[in-house]
Structures are given as structure tokens and as C-alpha cells.
């Protein structure tokens, strides 16, 4: 006797360019739509630098796929935004000489490109970012220039410098509304950078946490006893994905 197996349905990926002027030239976003989306409804949109990583080695679209096979499950669109590696710490470091530019594209380019071509929520509590590491502090960054455009954060071992503290606390109180998932591993005391500096990565989430929580803003905050690697971030992903939909206004 031969069973048959029923398909499940996947989602899909749409590649969007942006002609960005400001940073001069062409960009790529991937955007994962469930199998069922519909342009007849409205979703949040989970937004994430070093989007190819995530893609690659966080293997986000086989968790997105296996995620919305359960039709309780709340379902939102993900933009994976790739970087050039050459130019990543310049335009997600914060005293990057391409940061603004970045930030700039990200909010007044890359959005309105996205909301243009795909029925997105177009309000700033159905707007989140992910990010880890650097990635991580240009997300915080983005949401601190626009803060009615995003009201969501996902932190992975954010590489936070002493502008991103700055700014936070110069942002205060009216940061409290906005939700943030933040982790951490224990093993990321040492951690070596590109630049080949030694950074204290949990030492740095320890502060940010604190700091966030003195701005009033309920953190969910987790150490876990893993590394600086994708296979930490990777691990966790359930957990962002989880807490966007529990956080996410619409």
C-alpha cells in the first residue's frame, strides 16, 4: 500500500528593487509573503538587516514556512534586507561614514517601496526590525531617528557603542510604549571583531538593558549560554517571531 503525502503549501520570496538616492545606488529587498497571503488583508511587517545571513544561515524562510503551517498563527510579511560586506560596518556602525545615508534609506526608501507593491500595515506600531550584532545597533538607531515610523525591536548580541547609549537616554521616557526583545549569550564576554578589537558583548546587552528599563520600556531580556554564532541566533529565531506577533499592534 502506498501513502500519499500531502504538499504543504510554502510561502513565497519577492525580490523588490530600490533605486536609492541616498545612498546612490540600486537596492535589493526579499520579501517572504506566507502561502496564503491575500491582498485583500493588511500585516505587520517584520523588517531585518543582514537579511541574506538570515536567510542563509538563520534559515528564516524554512522556519517562516514551517511557522505558518499552523493556521493559528498570526501571520505578517518579512523583508530581508541584504548588505555588501565590504561596506557593512559603515553603514551600520553608528559613526559610520554611510550610517545616515543608511538609515535614511531604510525609512524614506526602503518602506514606502515595500507598502507600495504589498498590502502592509502603513503605521508605525505594525513596523519592527531584527537585527544581531551590528545589526542589531542599526536597528536601534533607525528606530531612535524615526520613532513613529517602527515601534518594535528585536535585539540579537546587539555590538552596542557609546552613541547608542547616548541616544537612548536622550530619547528617555518616550521610548516606553515601544516593545523589545533582546538576547544575549553568556559566552560573549570576549568576543573578537572584525576590527580585531576584544568587545564584551554581554557586558554591553547588560547595560542596554538597564538602560532601556530606566526609560520605562518593559525588555524582554534572556541570557543563554551560547556564543557570538549564527547557530545561537538561529536557535532563537522562535522566539523573536513569537514575541513580534504578541507585540504588534493590528
Given at each position: 500500500m502506498f501513502m500519499s503525502l500531502?504538499?504543504?503549501?510554502?510561502?513565497?520570496?519577492?525580490?523588490?528593487?530600490?533605486?536609492?538616492?541616498?545612498?546612490?545606488?540600486?537596492?535589493?529587498?526579499?520579501?517572504?509573503?506566507?502561502?496564503?497571503?491575500?491582498?485583500?488583508?493588511?500585516?505587520?511587517?517584520?523588517?531585518?538587516?543582514?537579511?541574506?545571513?538570515?536567510?542563509?544561515?538563520?534559515?528564516?524562510?524554512?522556519?517562516?514556512?514551517?511557522?505558518?503551517?499552523?493556521?493559528?498563527?498570526?501571520?505578517?510579511l518579512v523583508v530581508f534586507t541584504?548588505?555588501?560586506?565590504?561596506?557593512?560596518?559603515?553603514?551600520?556602525?553608528?559613526?559610520?561614514?554611510?550610517?545616515?545615508?543608511?538609515?535614511?534609506?531604510?525609512?524614506?526608501?526602503?518602506?514606502?517601496?515595500?507598502?507600495?507593491?504589498?498590502?502592509?500595515?502603513?503605521?508605525?506600531?505594525?513596523?519592527?526590525?531584527?537585527?544581531?550584532?551590528?545589526?542589531?545597533?542599526?536597528?536601534?538607531?533607525?528606530?531612535?531617528?524615526?520613532?513613529?515610523?517602527?515601534?518594535?525591536?528585536?535585539?540579537?548580541?546587539?555590538?552596542?557603542?557609546?552613541?547608542?547609549?547616548?541616544?537612548?537616554?536622550?530619547?528617555?521616557?518616550?521610548?516606553?510604549?515601544?516593545?523589545?526583545?533582546?538576547?544575549?549569550?553568556?559566552?560573549?564576554?570576549?568576543?573578537?571583531?572584525?576590527?580585531?578589537?576584544?568587545?564584551?558583548?554581554?557586558?554591553?546587552?547588560?547595560?542596554?538593558?538597564?538602560l532601556l528599563q530606566t526609560c520605562?520600556?518593559?525588555?524582554?531580556?534572556?541570557?543563554?549560554?551560547?556564543?557570538?554564532?549564527?547557530?545561537?541566533?538561529?536557535?532563537?529565531?522562535?522566539?523573536?517571531?513569537?514575541?513580534?506577533?504578541?507585540?504588534?499592534?493590528?
Open positions: 500531502e504538499k504543504q503549501p510554502t510561502g513565497t520570496v519577492e525580490r523588490v528593487e530600490i533605486q536609492s538616492q541616498f545612498l546612490g545606488e540600486t537596492r535589493e529587498a526579499h520579501v517572504y509573503l506566507p502561502h496564503n497571503y491575500s491582498p485583500l488583508y493588511k500585516y505587520p511587517v517584520l523588517y531585518i538587516n543582514d537579511g541574506s545571513d538570515y536567510e542563509s544561515m538563520g534559515r528564516m524562510i524554512t522556519l517562516l514556512n514551517e511557522r505558518f503551517q499552523d493556521r493559528n498563527q498570526r501571520r505578517f541584504p548588505v555588501d560586506k565590504s561596506v557593512r560596518r559603515e553603514e551600520y556602525h553608528p559613526e559610520g561614514s554611510k550610517h545616515k545615508a543608511y538609515v535614511r534609506f531604510f525609512a524614506d526608501e526602503l518602506v514606502p517601496a515595500i507598502e507600495e507593491r504589498f498590502t502592509a500595515f502603513p503605521m508605525g506600531p505594525a513596523r519592527g526590525i531584527l537585527g544581531s550584532s551590528l545589526g542589531a545597533t542599526a536597528a536601534l538607531h533607525t528606530l531612535l531617528t524615526y520613532p513613529r515610523k517602527f515601534h518594535y525591536l528585536a535585539l540579537q548580541s546587539g555590538a552596542f557603542r557609546d552613541s547608542s547609549y547616548a541616544e537612548v537616554e536622550a530619547a528617555g521616557k518616550s521610548l516606553a510604549t515601544v516593545p523589545v526583545y533582546q538576547v544575549v549569550g553568556l559566552q560573549e564576554e570576549n568576543f573578537q571583531s572584525s576590527s580585531g578589537k576584544t568587545i564584551d558583548i554581554l557586558a554591553l546587552n547588560r547595560k542596554m538593558r538597564d520605562g520600556v518593559d525588555v524582554d531580556y534572556a541570557e543563554y549560554d551560547k556564543d557570538h554564532t549564527w547557530g545561537f541566533w538561529q536557535e532563537d529565531l522562535p522566539r523573536v517571531l513569537d514575541h513580534f506577533a504578541r507585540h504588534t499592534s493590528f
